[in-house]
């Protein structure tokens, strides 16, 4: 296992700054966060085709009720069939319940992207054709993650990975009344076919490798979801995981907090010239008489004006222009594409200013809301841009920063897609200073370009005077 | 050409950067003259200019990037009018200590370029008063003449923003200030806003209005034999109107 995959809970989430010397020379201090997503808790289903792992673990997924709780069908992993082994598979010939038809490899190399918190894309494979399709399903920061599938505990890396080995148990006419039902129904078979694999693979390989997987499970589950005490205690086991990880979330962020009131702010940082104008349109902003019409006139003008700022800190090189006289200026021009990701619902309201400045900017959308009962910032939602890992920029646009937890998320989000941090530029209206401080702890390399700054945290009212609820 | 002073050309980009990260531009001639303001001389400004100037932009680009580097003056320009301090109580209940914006203003285009300015200037002050003046050269004397005008009858106590995007010898602008002092504006209340100066349009208009204060985008080289601006953007009115 690479030392990149953090096993103990404890030693993924430190807030804890440490040193490392940048690649100019200069040492500075940065601090680590890790999303929660960072060390997904891995749960493994094994046992014998028919058994009801699949049942039993949508069930479980139910029974938590979660958008982090991803189902892995170890079924994806099959290998692709050359010509000959296609043509055995057709006549049902071909042995589907052996190890060997799974590439496990690819398989271990997922988990383990998955466990670093990496975005991991997941083949496609059609039963119909025997083979995996051109596409691939990603999946991204789940915090549970249960892999099913009757070789869920067969390779010694992939039990190196899993947090909880479960086996199925179901005595074997459950198991080939299931099959049958299963494989007419799904997968396109006929009954003979169906019949002619249990006794020539199924069978013989559930003696041999299948059933051996109980001897490294946690619990033998019998009767699968009928089976209430299993199942509790599965899923109570899993919602401690998953509150052991809030928690050390929380915790991490707050770590970040220390030395937010000394330090002075990072130079990447750019607060907006307090001129006149800013600070006048600030305060009809700020007045909570001001109508709603002029507190979106305003906040679209001042937005405008963000966006500007930000397009400064975005790349350019050198071009020679020709005027209409037959001269030459030289000039700059921006050296790649510039996109856009919206942090919902606040960055919503800054899309007026960036319109008005790029007019087809793509714009990638993420949504992140904080619990309500524990202040965790929480990811549901996101669409990025395909090419976004080779935009010359990415504004990140949120109308408010107070704690910087969703925005510390964010840039992670844009980081784990391929964006490199230093093409990040964070486009705020107000910032408190401790999530400023927080995030450039986190992620030095982005720009940050920010409206004004307040001394604490503030509840997000600019979204709820901009959209009015 | 004895007009033209070389092109200042300087690294351009954020202060952290370093030089070697920055690539290198021209950035507007500096001008001491105490009225005068010009526009920080940002990668992104210049990156807007290096569009406009560009003589294979097209007419749709043209409009939508001017209006930018517009919005850019107008929102600078509106710095210079006054304020006074102002505390309001915010949506969370807090105090904020803040400006409120004074004195009433109007928009006064010089014909036709300058009537291309009055969208940036809606887009900051909704429904402004607007006058217009139209100045041509006349062909007998080569001298700008006043052909028209029509502004708020209560002109004398507004600030003015007076608005025409290219100076280049100044005939028109000042002919324009002349027009306004004349129904009583101030010289002091007078903000000429620009995109595009010469160095001795800035001169001559800056010696004739001591009091007047220009805020402009970018300070060109100088002028050439014809009394365009070089290096130049064309005519701002035909890029932006008709060609």
């Known amino acids: ?469 | 050409m004895p007009n033209v002073r070389p092109a200042p050309t300087q690294c351009v980009g954020p202060d952290y950067r370093s030089e070697s990260q920055k690539p290198t531009a021209a950035v507007s001639t500096d001008v001491k003259v105490d009225t005068v303001t010009i526009l920080p001389q940002t990668p992104q400004l210049i990156a807007l200019l290096s569009i406009i100037r560009d003589k294979n932009t097209q007419r749709g680009d043209f409009i939508f990037y001017s209006n930018r580097i517009i919005r850019l003056l107008v929102e600078e320009g509106l710095n210079h009018l006054p304020t006074v301090e102002h505390t309001v109580t915010t949506p969370v209940g807090r105090s904020y200590d803040g400006l409120a914006f004074q004195g009433k203003i109007c928009g006064v285009s010089i014909m036709r370029a300058g009537e291309a300015m009055e969208q940036g200037l809606r887009e900051c002050c909704r429904s402004v008063r607007i006058g217009k003046i139209l100045i041509q050269r006349d062909e007998e004397t080569s001298q700008p003449k006043l052909f028209y005008d029509k502004l708020p009858e209560d002109i004398a106590d507004r600030w003015v923003l007076l608005l025409d995007p290219m100076l280049a010898t100044g005939g028109s602008a000042i002919m324009a200030v002349d027009v306004l002092k004349s129904r009583g504006v101030p010289e002091e209340r007078i903000l000429f806003l620009n995109v595009l100066a010469s160095p001795q349009g800035i001169q001559n208009f800056a010696t004739k209005f001591p009091k007047l204060r220009l805020v402009t985008a970018f300070v060109d080289q100088g002028l050439d034999d014809k009394n365009y601006i070089i290096p130049g953007l064309g005519d701002f009115g035909d890029r932006y109107y008709t060609r």
């Open chain 1, 1 to 469: 296992m690479p030392a990149s995959v953090a096993v103990e809970p404890a030693a993924v989430l430190n807030g804890v700054a440490n040193t490392e010397v940048e690649a100019d020379g200069t040492i500075a201090t940065r601090a680590h966060y890790s999303p929660p997503w960072a060390d997904v808790s891995i749960i493994g289903i094994a046992g014998s085709s028919g058994s009801g792992k699949s049942t039993l673990s949508h069930a479980i997924v139910n029974k938590l009720n979660l958008p982090w709780v991803v189902i892995l069908s170890i079924d994806s992993f099959y290998k692709s069939l050359d010509p000959e082994s296609s043509r055995r598979a057709f006549r049902n010939e071909y042995d589907f319940d052996s190890p060997d038809a799974l590439d496990f490899d690819v398989l271990v190399e997922r988990l383990r992207d998955l466990k670093a918190g990496k975005r991991a894309e997941i083949p496609v494979y059609s039963f119909e054709k025997h083979a995996r399709l051109d596409r691939t399903t990603s999946i991204y920061s789940p915090h549970v993650l249960i892999l099913e599938g009757i070789f869920a505990l067969y390779d010694p890396r992939v039990l190196e990975l899993l947090d909880m080995k479960i086996f199925c148990e179901a005595d074997a006419d459950t198991c080939l009344s299931r099959r049958i039902l299963r494989d007419q129904r799904d997968r396109g078979r006929d009954i003979e076919g169906i019949l002619k694999q249990w006794f020539t693979f199924v069978k013989p390989n559930f003696e041999k490798y299948v059933n051996p997987q109980r001897n490294v499970a946690d619990i033998i589950v019998p009767r699968g979801v009928e089976n209430h005490v299993a199942m509790s205690m599965v899923v109570q086991f899993i919602q401690q995981k998953l509150l052991e990880k809030s928690t050390h979330h929380r915790a991490a962020l707050t770590q970040l907090e220390i030395g937010a009131q000394s330090e002075p702010l990072s130079d990447k940082v750019i607060v907006m010239n307090q001129t006149s104008q800013l600070r006048g349109m600030n305060t009809i902003i700020h007045n909570i008489d001001t109508s709603s019409e002029d507190f979106i006139f305003y906040f679209d003008r001042l937005s405008a004006l963000l966006v500007e700022q930000a397009l400064n800190k975005i790349p350019f090189t050198s071009s020679a222009i020709p005027t209409p006289h037959g001269q030459t200026y030289p000039g700059l021009r921006p050296k790649g594409e510039v996109s856009a990701v919206i942090v919902l619902r606040g960055g919503a309201a800054l899309e007026a200013g960036l319109h008005r400045c790029i007019t087809d900017c793509k714009t990638g959308r993420v949504l992140i809301q904080s619990n309500v009962r524990t202040g965790e910032p929480e990811l549901h939602y996101l669409v990025l841009p395909d090419d976004i890992a080779w935009h010359e920029a990415v504004l990140l646009l949120d109308a408010q920063m107070s704690s910087g937890g969703s925005a510390l998320m964010a840039v992670q989000v844009l980081v784990d897609h391929g964006v490199r941090a230093e093409r990040i530029v964070l486009v705020t209206y107000s910032a408190g200073r401790m999530g400023l401080h927080r995030l450039t702890k986190v992620f030095p390399e982005i720009t940050v370009v920010v409206g004004h700054v307040v001394q604490d945290i503030e509840e997000r009212w600019v979204e709820r005077r901009y959209f009015r609820c």
